[in-house]
C-alpha cells in the first residue's frame, strides 16, 4: 500500500516529535563530557640548589636529602668534578654530576665554567625525563666580574611528548651590572625558544636589585620571598625559581627548606604545567 503526500508528512512529523521526546528523556547524544579537574595540568616539582661544591656535606648526604625531596628536575650551582681542594679533602677526585644522578637516579646535564683545582667547576641540572637537548652559553664577563659564568639551556620532554625549557644559572657576585648584563644576555639567548620555560639558581642579586625587578620583570618568580643565604642565619634572597608564559604555569605550593648541607638553603616549587 502507497502512502500520499500527505500521509508521508504527517509520518515524519509524527517521527521528529518522538526524536524530540526521546532526548528530553536522554540527551547523552549531543552531551559534551566535562574535564575533569586536574586533566589538563601537568605536575612538577622543582628544586634549586648551591651546593657550594660540597664543603659542608658528603656526596651521599647531598644524593638522600635530593631524593627526601623527591623532585622532578633539580638546578645546581657550584658544582665541582673531580677537583683537588685543600679545604674539602673529603670531596677530592669526585665526579659530582655523575655520581649525583647515580645515587639519585637522575640524568644528568652539566655544564663547565671554569678550570679549577686539577677539575672544573659549573652547574648542572637532574632531571627524571629526558633531556631532548642541551645547550651551554658563556655569560658575559665585563670590568669587575670575578670568574666565567654560564647558563645551562635544556629541552626537556615529558610523558605524552609535551616538552618544555629548563636554565640553571649561577650568575656573578660582584656587582649588579654584571648581573644585569648576564641577565639580559640569557634573555637574548632564550628568545628564539618556544616551549614554555622555567629558568632556577643562584642569581645573587636581592629582589629589588636591577637584574631581578627589571631583568626578570617578563618572568613570574614561582618560589616565595623566603631569605636563602647563609643557611644558618638567613638574611637575603638571592636564589629563585622563574617561569614564563605565566598562562601556561600555575604554582601549587612553594618552600625555602631549612637544611645545613650548603651556605645556601634549597628553594623548591610545586607547579603545574598548563598541557
Known amino acids: 500500500m502507497y502512502l500520499n503526500v500527505k500521509e508521508k508528512l504527517s509520518f515524519r512529523e509524527l517521527i521528529a516529535v518522538l526524536v524530540l521526546f526521546l532526548f528530553q ?6 552531551t559534551a ?5 586536574g586533566e589538563d595540568l601537568y605536575p612538577l616539582t622543582i628544586l634549586s640548589y648551591n651546593l657550594r661544591f660540597g664543603e659542608l656535606a658528603s656526596l651521599e648526604q647531598l644524593a638522600e636529602y635530593i631524593k627526601k625531596e623527591n623532585p622532578d628536575i633539580v638546578a645546581l650551582q657550584e658544582v665541582d668534578v673531580k677537583t683537588n681542594r685543600p679545604a674539602v679533602p673529603h670531596q677530592n677526585g669526585k665526579d659530582f654530576i655523575t655520581e649525583l644522578g647515580y645515587h639519585t637516579g637522575m640524568l644528568t646535564a652539566y655544564a663547565k665554567t671554569i678550570d679549577f683545582s686539577g677539575g672544573y667547576y659549573g652547574i648542572g641540572i637532574l632531571s627524571k625525563y629526558p633531556f631532548i637537548k642541551t645547550e651551554k652559553i658563556m655569560l658575559p664577563m665585563i670590568e669587575g666580574a670575578k670568574e666565567q659564568r654560564a647558563a645551562l639551556i635544556t629541552d626537556i620532554e615529558l610523558p605524552e611528548g609535551k616538552c618544555f625549557t629548563f636554565i640553571s644559572t649561577h650568575l656573578d657576585h660582584s656587582t649588579s651590572e654584571v648581573r644585569q648584563a648576564q ?4 634573555n637574548k639567548a632564550l628568545k628564539k625558544k618556544r616551549h614554555p620555560m622555567i629558568i632556577a639558581g643562584d642569581f645573587n642579586g636581592r629582589p629589588d636589585s636591577p637584574e631581578i ?12 620571598p623566603d631569605y636563602t643565604i647563609p643557611a644558618d642565619n638567613p638574611s637575603a634572597k638571592i636564589d629563585y625559581i622563574f617561569y614564563k608564559p605565566s ?3 600555575k604554582t601549587v605550593s612553594s ?6 648541607l650548603s651556605d645556601h638553603l634549597p628553594v623548591k616549587v610545586e607547579i603545574e604545567l598548563y598541557r
Open 247 to 249: 598562562d601556561r604555569w
Open 213 to 224: 625587578k627589571e631583568g626578570m620583570k617578563k618572568w613570574k618568580q614561582a618560589c616565595n
Open 25 to 30: 528523556l536522554n540527551p547523552f547524544t549531543i
Open 183 to 186: 641577565v639580559k644576555a640569557i
Open 33 to 37: 563530557q566535562p574535564v575533569k579537574k
Open 255 to 260: 618552600s625555602t627548606p631549612s637544611i645545613d
